[in-house]
């Protein structure tokens, strides 16, 4: 049976990387596939991992309608067996739609990876259908870490250095070196983004505002405001 499966987790947990090797894998099994991409930190028509992987993609706009394009391909003779969809929280919801269709009326797989919230902690319009649609929503297993070392779970957005909460939804930018990146000029402004805990989310204190309050500002302060990682009832252990 054909399914929908949206594999999501914050930024840096390796989403395009398992979007690549899936493909390769069931490339490698003879089936046929196609590759979307929307918004790729590479600005380009292709996939990328931060580990150095890449592959060609189609670039999903806001006419794109996948129903159409796959009906194409197929009356043309090309064989598509799967999707792989990455950076779908960008898709439209009826783009998400029209995914669903493709695995209930033509039996394509459709594995869409994606991140749920933005740098406002608010659900994307993709995410948030594909959350409503899909037969599995997957966590990805390899966990982003904060820069005090508990895992991630929020995607913040850095100008300049800055972590910001306010502005567009969609500005294209990568996980930046943990906040060591030169501040760009007031009229080109440099947007990262930093994955964070909860707690520094909410306290609005990314590794650079961290290193700015440490009393050694060379290095990570650690021991600033760090998060207490979980204990087990039975209390810690020995």
């Not at 090797?21 to 990328?48: E, K, N, P, Y």
């Amino acid at each position: 049976m054909a399914e929908l499966v949206f594999f999501t987790g914050t930024m840096d947990c390796g989403k395009s990387t398992l979007a690549l090797q899936m493909d390769h894998t069931h490339h490698q099994r003879g089936r046929g596939g196609l590759l979307f991409t929307q918004h790729d930190r590479s600005g380009g028509a292709v996939i990328t991992s931060r580990l150095g992987l890449s592959k060609g993609a189609l670039v999903v706009g806001d006419d794109l309608d996948f129903w159409e394009l796959v009906v194409e391909q197929r009356t043309n003779g090309r064989r598509v067996d799967y999707l792989i969809c990455d950076e779908a929280q960008f898709y439209l919801p009826e783009q998400v739609d029209q995914l669903a269709r493709l695995v209930d009326e033509m039996a394509v797989d459709v594995y869409a990876f994606g991140i749920t919230a933005d740098f406002r902690t608010e659900l994307f319009p993709g995410s948030r259908r594909l959350i409503e649609l899909a037969d599995r929503t997957e966590q990805l297993q390899v966990r982003a870490l904060c820069w005090c070392g508990k895992p991630a779970t929020v995607n913040a957005r850095v100008v300049d250095g800055h972590m910001v909460v306010e502005g567009e939804q969609i500005v294209v930018g990568d996980v930046g070196g943990a906040g060591e990146a030169d501040a760009g000029s007031a009229s080109v402004p440099v947007v990262e983004y930093e994955v964070l805990c909860r707690r520094h989310y909410m306290r609005r204190m990314n590794s650079a505002a961290a290193r700015a309050a440490s009393l050694s500002p060379e290095l990570l302060p650690f021991d600033l405001d760090l998060c207490p990682l979980p204990v087990s009832p039975e209390g810690p252990s020995a």
